[in-house]
């Protein structure tokens, strides 16, 4: 979705393309508050001027964000967090942030990063946490960061940006220096009264800091000493970093500074931070972040990760029960589940999983990835496994598809190296309906895959784009959710060797076939211009009963969101991955590739 800049100058004129996809990011993750009108259109000049002296040098788009200071301390013996390292929660946080600026760097050469500032030396000793505390937290989030190879994060200390330190600080004792010289700094030179009476913004953290402040000096002295360092803290990172756009994670009218959720919104409904809460897996697969002292531990595991480090908590359920498997149930960013054999244990067979409570799992979160189990190279025994998942649809071809480039076989781009558009499996497989005689779309409601062979080390991936995620970003910038169920897309691509053929027209909005939950509808418009196989067609969509103008502009926003990276799951395939995708919950796509074998079976399930 573009953003449309007004009266631009002539740099503006030059750069627009551009700087109006980077501020079309920038303004699709900014979080709106309920609480603080939303005045991000007042700060786009300013911004755009940023953007077109960043852009015109070919730098990088530089974020900054004070953040990730350390575990929320324990409050009358009740804790929010699991322990006082990272989890599962920084884990989700650092992905969001590198995905917004990755999404930046896929349409800018120049790249983007984001800077995080620790905000450990600005509230650490007024919430009594330890240095050591501060300092082991800083560690292991870096090397989570490391870890995950996320290429778009960079870290550094307050005491950095002063100039009271020239590199980082390797040991405690040198990391406790830093932080007493960058808080004589705060509370002396930069020192500043607060009246957060004429700033919404300043109102908004005074707010926040009436619920997330220990309650036991939750007292307007101890609020006002937090701001004041607050101020002095945004003082010292607007004077240090001005070429920079300043980031924040509190609630905010979105001038001076983006206020961001760490998380995709899905996730995080009570707009809580990695080192307030902890990520919890619910009874029905859903992934939520709470306030971990309001749990219920009678109810819920703490699942530890392999290092032995409370990670997550997970609502017991008989859907992570597989009889007799000991196996770890592993969130996906920013969607779906990894299930794989816990450390010690494994490699289990394929044949042995029982597929009712796959079904039900894959029901609950799409895609569900199976990682390390094994199976005999026959397509009798996958046939097996898809029939008890459910009754297999069958297709001109068969039932079990060889994915992998033929040009033996016309499937438009399917058995092409080429890149895809998003969509959901089945849309052009049709019948006539029985009473009414219209020719109608028959989807299957599984995709059950299984990798053979896969090698590619740059392209090859399948992107998995969830309704669960999109739906709760539809709005203002795009359409409401309550306007798109009324409307209706329709499509045609010309008949091949398995589907097409048919005009359709088709809802946006329709109700899950087994869940009843809503589900999004739509294929990614895919122009001839796109289409290099020689079998490929062009897919023509178009909203029905819009402008075709304004329906083209429609198409646009929703196909942006489904790629989306809070939106959509990026699976890049390891041999012997197994995949069961909601078709319905669901679209997919792949992205092109040059080089390597890569062949998967897929048979659709009912």
Not at 218 to 238: H, P
Not at 327 to 354: I, Q, R, S, T, W
Not at 563 to 575: A, K, L, N, P
Request: aromatic residues 8%.
């Amino acid at each position: 979705m573009p953003y449309i800049l007004d009266s631009p100058s002539t740099a503006e004129t030059h750069y627009s393309t551009q700087v109006s996809k980077i501020l079309s990011i920038i303004s699709a993750f900014r979080h709106r508050s309920v609480n603080v009108p939303d005045r991000f259109a007042e700060f786009v000049p300013q911004l755009v001027k940023q953007v077109v002296d960043t852009v015109s040098k070919k730098e990088p788009v530089r974020f900054i964000l004070p953040a990730f200071p350390f575990k929320a301390p324990a409050e009358d013996n009740k804790s929010k967090i699991l322990g006082s390292l990272p989890d599962k929660a920084e884990e989700i946080a650092l992905q969001t942030l590198d995905g917004f600026a990755d999404s930046i760097a896929e349409i800018y050469e120049g790249g983007a990063s984001v800077v995080i500032v620790s905000d450990a030396s600005v509230y650490g000793d007024l919430l009594q946490v330890s240095d050591a505390d501060a300092f082991a937290y800083q560690e292991e989030l870096r090397k989570l960061a490391s870890s995950l190879g996320l290429k778009h994060l960079e870290f550094v200390r307050p005491g950095t940006l002063a100039g009271i330190i020239s590199k980082d600080t390797p040991t405690l004792e040198e990391y406790s220096a830093q932080l007493q010289q960058t808080r004589g700094l705060l509370d002396g030179a930069l020192a500043q009264d607060v009246d957060p009476s004429g700033d919404e913004n300043v109102q908004a953290t005074s707010k926040h800091y009436d619920t997330a402040l220990p309650k036991d000096r939750n007292s307007e002295d101890f609020k006002t000493a937090m701001l004041k360092r607050g101020k002095a803290y945004a003082k010292l990172i607007a004077s240090t970093s001005q070429s920079s756009i300043r980031l924040s994670i509190h609630e905010s009218n979105n001038v001076g500074k983006i206020t961001l959720d760490l998380f995709p919104p899905s996730m995080n409904p009570n707009f809580l931070t990695p080192w307030h809460g902890a990520v919890a897996v619910l009874a029905d697969a859903s992934v939520r972040v709470v306030d971990a002292s309001t749990v219920d531990r009678n109810k819920f595991d703490v699942v530890t990760n392999g290092e032995g480090r409370p990670w997550l908590l997970r609502e017991k359920s008989d859907l992570f029960d597989w009889f007799g498997m000991e196996l770890d149930f592993e969130p996906l960013y920013p969607c779906g589940m990894l299930v794989k054999p816990k450390a010690g244990h494994g490699p289990y067979k394929f044949e042995h999983v029982n597929m009712k409570r796959v079904r039900r799992l894959a029901l609950s979160t799409a895609p569900l990835l199976l990682r390390g189990f094994t199976m005999e190279v026959q397509k009798e025994v996958f046939r097996t496994k898809a029939g008890e998942l459910g009754e297999i649809q069958m297709w001109p071809f068969g039932d079990i598809l060889e994915v992998r480039e033929n040009g033996s076989l016309n499937m438009n781009n399917v058995l092409t190296n080429e890149s895809m558009p998003f969509h959901y499996d089945g849309v052009f497989r049709t019948a006539k309906d029985e009473k009414t005689g219209e020719v109608i779309s028959v989807p299957p409601l599984f995709q059950m895959f299984r990798n053979r062979a896969a090698d590619q080390q740059v392209g090859g991936l399948t992107l998995f784009s969830s309704s669960r995620n999109m739906l709760p970003l539809l709005g203002q910038d795009t359409i409401q959710l309550d306007e798109l169920r009324k409307l209706k897309w329709k499509t045609f691509t010309a008949v091949n060797d398995a589907f097409g053929g048919d005009e359709l027209v088709l809802p946006f909005i329709a109700p899950h076939r087994e869940t009843g939950a809503d589900t999004f509808r739509f294929h990614e418009p895919w122009p001839a211009s796109k289409c290099i196989g020689a079998n490929s067609e062009p897919t023509i969509v178009e909203v029905a009963d819009l402008p075709v103008a304004e329906g083209q502009a429609l198409c646009d926003k929703l196909t942006t969101l489904m790629y989306d990276r809070r939106v959509t799951y990026r699976h890049q395939w390891r041999e012997g991955d197994f995949i069961f995708n909601d078709n319905a919950t669901t679209h997919h796509t792949r992205t092109a590739f040059e080089s390597g074998h890569r062949e998967l079976w897929r048979v659709h399930v009912n």
